[in-house]
């Protein structure tokens, strides 16, 4: 189901113009002044790192051996300042080297971060937030990882050069004895880390998919409790509890097969150095103190080596991560401005009409365009300017998508929806959105306080507009209960509101954006008929000369509406209030089993309890 | 006893860091969990010490050679070393080899062991921890808690003690083999172990601020996609924007404290190994020139043992963090782990009979020390009778229903199901017997048919489609172009809002209980569907005693008879007519809302 590749070690399009290349390259241009630093400090590391090993040689050699107190002294204060530049430019180093990659990292996850935000419904339906969330943060730590690398890796590639020379210099086949295994550690470093990374990745999709399961069980806890489901979480769970293992086991298979070798090839060449140098020694053609030389060279090697090879691996899945946030980057936003957008109109023609009028006219939508059948076809329905209407209709007939479709969440197949005469595509986004304002049928509220919510269309609101917008919410009252009244968290961290509590509270968001046109899907499905009562008194308010379009089931709520459509089929199969539907609609009465009370309360007829048994069964 | 939440699902604070005793605590419970796989942590043990030996060996058979096979001129005791530093190598990669296997064996399996008994313990727990815990604090126990033990195993334990060892071993043989320039080294000690102690604290700190800091922007991130539908509405994507590039930058400056840490500690570090071996040169040179009984084998020795008494050093402070954070983790999984179940299986326990019959006798109910919500509720439900809970919000509707199902046990008071008192039922007739369908459809990710099968894990998928063409909704997903393999994706985002509840609807008509409970369970459903679903639900089992919470009068006026339950009581009871007739909360309830028509 989602847009997006799953994630792999190997980029799927290779080569140096491949979008994660650009991507890397594009990063290291920019900020190639740091990293150009970052290099410039690593090289001085490496010359007082370097010196380090033959200046001890020197010092045995010539103080030691040579039983000479002042070459002693000399050398070893030769070690010492060798050492005070290596010590002061390692910290230097790695600073510089984290200071680029972090800002590499805070940048695109920024510029992510706000692509997301401009990305259609569509495209969010179709990618789960956790496909997102990986991107923005497993992928770019991969990236980071690399970034980090750069300068290091250079001043490690300088090191392992000079070392090699300096080496050559002292004694070629010694050296050539030395260095002969060290290649292998170089590519064996770089095969292992190709190796672990697919699984150090599956350790990480079998973790999510582990959480998945967890965060499942907890958010679901209500339907697992009511059915008893506990056992087959329970074997959900355990099922991935042993994915984890086998993955994990899988990795620690990789390591015990490499690291051990990588641990014993440098040990070849000591043993070499060892073994021939030390009959060199015996037979005079080289010193005791170009023998320990080569020794401390070999161990020094042995780190930028190996990260060398590391390194190569690293890049490839830093370029595989760069393609995937590529990847998100690269998708279109499909709702946009269209060239020319305009504005709102903020008179009408001719005067004197109120504004906010709704039309739709042929509208056809289904979300997977082209396939199945569509939700909405031939849709027709004229809203005046000012008017409240109620839409009616079966579970699953296309309400929300109704709704959906005015602020252009989702754009028409064929036919246009046009507000106060203007096509909605010809508007500007921003515009159009302010002045449609919707509560939601699943409330979302942001992790914040209350009054934050509520002033969320608006942050610098004063006060006394968010309480008025509660008041008319029917929110005021128990938001003065709660233990910091409108300044109280809510959210994951905060307190917990009931399923009321929460609708209201979105109710009032919609309310203080003072949109020209509201939608209200369901907004009051779960306040109780008592409070609904008193809503619904403060709705009017809010609904006086302001178009409003209610998506609901209860009487009471329809009620507030002037005028009902009945969407059915995917069109508005009938129009008219909701005493004339009533009276004349059969499948109104149906969708609002009024066909089965003989009483006045709807006043309309039925047959009683029969009618509704045969109805059941009907259906 | 559970240490209390600590934020969010990625939060951190002060709990991530132990005192001694509970160290002790924990140390003493994990030993006692590993004792099954005893054997295995013994040979791990000798393992990594073996292979700490190993890699010590090098520099000692080098000194050996170049003293005394070079410096004499004896080329038996040069190949000596050669050869023992063959044998060494080989045993070494042996050694680590066998190590690193041994230490996954453990590590893994006590995690996969962790794993279950934790999850297995949250699914024994009852609401009431539910309602008590934040869901995020709850989920970051299997998540984030266990995955900083995860760490420690794959690399950090090993690590942690190969490095201390090394330290110790190392300077063991490097006072035998010259204790004047052991003495030499161990001057730059105190300037080491302070910068050390330093670092740790500093750096233990940073880490939680950084951990901190990434928690919030993942919120922040994860709420920001979540929410996009919102935002996007709101037309407030650049406030957002604005808000997550603060969080940003504010992670960014978090990592970039951590790494000036880093930064100067390092140097210190890196100072004192090259600072010491110019010491040992200055001290050994004067010694060696001299008579002071040093050979030039000693200092080579020194400077090439010098990196196994500072490297582990640097490790181990940098692998402090790991270590504390997975001590804390333990600890609050151990914590979650002593959490009694409020709900809890009587020895002797029986089966809860196929009889619908619900006795509630005067029943009273707080949630842990909060106020009364129910006090002194009687009421006699009849096998096959459909009964309606109405009343004002916070009445208490919902409280009773979950009495009834026995998610948590009455204060005062009993709840009798076929004449068995719930307290004395096994818990699993008890949840096979009493279902319960909650307002929120909630979908599982998968297919409809699986978020069908949550409540009967074996059912086959013709039963599952008999139970949607029972409720009459088959057709509706029968004909979506996946049919019932269609995925409900996140939190079922393709379904309509009625659509879930549905799914939610047909589960309760997979399985066979004798009574079921319907708290809101149709709130999102027209009307009709919801006349049909009921009756469906009712003609499914003749005998099923049927409970059902609406807000919609009209639901409730199809049932047997209606209890009114406001403030916490029992306030009426009785078939809707008489209800009406008596003129009371009832009757008045239905003028608004009759009234709300005209
Ligand atoms: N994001 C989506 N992707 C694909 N199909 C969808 C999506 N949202 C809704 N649908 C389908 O479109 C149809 C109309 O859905 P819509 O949510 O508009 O119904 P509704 O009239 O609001 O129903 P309800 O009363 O249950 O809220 C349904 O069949 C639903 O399955
Ligand atoms: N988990 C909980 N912890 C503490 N208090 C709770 C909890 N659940 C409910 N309450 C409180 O208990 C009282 C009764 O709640 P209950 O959910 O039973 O009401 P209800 O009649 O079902 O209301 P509604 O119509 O809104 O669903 C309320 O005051 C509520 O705030
Ligand atoms: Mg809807
Ligand atoms: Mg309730």
Known sequence: MTALAPPTAEPRQTGWNSPGWRLLRATCRAQWKGIALGVAVGLTWTAGKVSVPWLVGQAIDLGIEGQDRAEVYRWAALVFVA??????????????????????????????????????????????????????????????????????????????????????????????????????????????????????????????????????????????????????????????????YDESMKASRVRATYLPALELLPNVGLVLVLAYGGHQALAGTITVGHLVAFNAYLVLLIGPLRMLGMVVAMAQRAVAAAERVHEVLAAEPEVTDREGARALPSRRTPPGRGLGEVRFEGVRFGYQAGSGAPVLDGLDLTIPAGTSIALVGPTGCGKTTVARLIPRFYDVEAGSITIDGVDVRDLRLDELRRAVGIVFEDTFLFSDTIRANIAFADPQAPFEQVERAARLAGAHDFIVELPQGYDTEIGERGFSLSGGQRQRIAIARAVLADPRVLILDDATSSVDPTKEHEIRDALGEVMRDRTTIVIAHRPATIALADRVALLDEGRVVDEGTHAELLDRSDRYRAVLAAADRGDSALGAGGDGAAARTDQGARR | ?????????????????????????????????????????????????????????????????????????????????????????????????????????????????????????????????????????????????????????????????????????????????????????????????????????????????????????????????????????????????????????????????????????????????????????????????????????????????????????????????????????????????????????????????????????????????????????????????????????????????????????????????????????????????????????????????????????????????????????????????EGLHTESRERGSRFSAGERQLVSLARAALVDPTVLILDEATSSLDPGTEAVVEHAMERLSRGRTVIVIAHRLTTAERADRIAVVTGGRLAELGTHDELVARGGHYAALHASWAGSLT
């Open chain 1, 83 to 244: 050492g005070l530049v290596a010590a002061t430019f390692t910290g230097l180093r790695r600073y510089l080297a984290f200071r680029e990659a972090r800002l590499a990292e805070m940048n695109i996850r920024q510029r992510l971060f706000a692509h997301i935000q401009r990305l259609h419904f569509a495209y969010h339906d179709r990618t789960a937030t956790g496909e997102l969330m990986s991107r923005a943060n497993t992928d770019l730590q991969q990236f980071q990882n690399f970034v980090v690398m750069i300068p290091i890796t250079i001043s490690n590639f300088v090191t392992v050069a000079a070392v090699t020379i300096v080496l050559l210099s002292i004694h070629v086949t010694l050296a050539l004895l030395a260095l002969a295994s060290l290649p292998f550690v170089n590519v064996l470093a770089k095969r292992f880390s190709q190796r672990l990374h697919p699984h150090v990745m599956g350790i990480q999709r079998e973790s999510a998919e582990l959480a998945t399961v967890v965060e499942e069980s907890v958010a679901g806890v209500r339907v697992v409790k009511g059915f008893g489901a506990e056992e087959v979480q329970k074997s959900r769970l355990y099922k991935e509890a042993d994915d984890v």
């Open chain 2, 1 to 481: 006893m559970m240490r209390g939440g600590g934020g969010g699902g990625h939060a951190v604070s002060e709990e991530d860091k132990l005192d001694a005793e509970q160290a002790k605590w924990v140390i003493r419970r994990a030993a006692a969990w590993l004792r099954p796989y005893r054997r295995q942590v013994v040979a791990s043990m000798v393992l990594i010490v073996t292979w700490t030996f190993t890699i010590l060996a090098g520099p000692y058979l080098v000194r050996y050679g170049i003293d005394q096979g070079i410096v004499p001129g004896d080329a038996g005791a040069l190949n000596l070393a050669v050869g023992a530093y063959v044998a060494v190598a080989v045993i070494s990669y042996v050694v680590y080899r066998a190590q690193v296997m041994a230490v996954a064996r453990v590590g893994e399996g006590f995690l996969r062991d962790l794993r279950r008994r934790v999850f297995d313990h949250l699914q024994s727990l009852s609401l009431g921890f539910y309602d008590k815990e934040r869901s995020g604090v709850i989920v970051s126990r299997m998540t984030s808690d266990v995955d900083s033990l995860q760490e420690l195993v794959q690399m950090g334990l090993l690590m942690f003690v190969s490095a201390a060892l090394l330290i110790v071993i190392s300077a063991a043989v490097l006072f035998a083999v010259s204790w004047q320039l052991f003495l030499v080294c161990l001057v730059v000690l105190p300037f080491v172990v302070l910068a050390s102690i330093k670092f740790q604290r500093d750096s233990s700190r940073a880490y939680l601020t950084v951990r901190d800091r990434i928690g919030q922007t993942l919120t922040n991130l994860q709420e920001g996609i979540s929410g996009v539908r919102v935002i996007q509405a709101f037309g407030r994507e650049d406030v957002e924007v604005g808000r997550f590039a603060r969080r940003n930058r504010v992670l960014y400056d978090a990592h970039m404290d951590s790494v000036k840490i880093a930064a100067w500690y390092l140097p210190v570090i890196e100072m004192a190994g090259i600072g010491t071996t110019a010491a040992v040169i200055l001290a050994g040179g004067i010694m060696a020139t001299g008579d002071g009984g040093v050979t030039v084998g000693d200092v080579a020795f020194f400077v090439l043992t010098l990196s196994n008494l500072f490297e582990p050093l640097q490790q181990l402070s940098q692998l402090f963090n790991t270590l504390q954070s997975a001590g804390a983790a333990l600890a609050k999984l151990f914590g979650l782990l002593d959490t009694r179940p409020d709900i809890r299986e009587k020895p002797g326990a029986v089966e809860l009979p196929d009889d619908g019959r619900v006795v509630v006798d005067g029943v009273s109910f707080a949630y842990g020390d909060g106020p009364r919500v129910l006090s002194g509720v009687s009421l006699t439900i009849e096998p096959g009778e459909k009964i309606a809970l109405v009343g004002p919000t916070g009445a208490g509707k919902s409280t009773l229903a979950k009495l009834i199902a026995r998610f948590y046990d009455p204060v005062e008071g009993s709840i009798t199901v076929g004449g068995v008192d719930l307290r004395d039922a096994t818990l699993r007739s008890l949840r096979r017997r009493i279902v319960v369908v909650p307002q929120e459809g909630y979908l599982f990710a998968g297919s409809i048919l699986e978020n069908i099968r949550i409540a009967r894990a074996e059912a086959t998928d013709a039963e599952v489609e008999q139970a949607l063409r029972a409720i009459g909704v088959h057709e509706r997903f029968a004909s979506l172009p």
